[in-house]
């Protein structure tokens, strides 16, 4: 069992940078892959990025490559979200996950076992 809590959203303007973390309880946080995924009003969740659980491993969508990095820290339990470049359709709540089976992460949101409460968000134009 995991819990994860995301923290960091908040509003800012386009073209700036917002850094999200996701801190989970247990001690087996290395033994994770992790995801992070956006769901903004009246859409589905979408993939945005993937973690293996050493951390060498990383997966973007295309509409963040480039410009969001993910990245963990095990030893603080924590995987981080940077967010650069941000533009107003980046706005959605900001969910990160957890997956116990895949060691490299997957983009697929019905893998990942455990799940954040979300962060909001919002970047204005």
């Known amino acids: 069992q995991v819990q994860l809590v995301e923290s960091g959203g908040g509003l800012v303007q386009a073209a700036g940078s917002l850094r999200l973390s996701c801190a989970a309880s247990?001690?087996?946080?290395?033994?994770?892959?992790m995801g992070w995924f956006r769901q903004a009003p009246g859409k589905e969740r979408e993939f945005v990025s993937a973690?293996?659980?050493?951390?060498?491993?990383?997966y973007y969508a295309d509409s963040v490559k480039g410009r969001f990095t993910i990245s963990r820290d095990n030893a603080k339990n924590t995987v981080y979200l940077q967010m650069n470049s941000l533009k107003p359709e980046d706005t959605a709540v900001y969910y990160c996950?957890?997956?116990?089976?895949?060691?490299?992460?997957?983009?697929?949101?019905?893998?990942?076992?455990?799940w954040g409460q979300g962060t909001q968000v919002i970047v204005s134009s």
């Open positions: 247990g001690r087996t946080f290395s033994s994770f892959a």
């Open positions: 996950a957890a997956d116990r089976n895949s060691p490299y992460g997957t983009r697929y949101s019905h893998e990942y076992d455990y």
């Open positions: 973690l293996s659980r050493s951390g060498s491993s990383t």
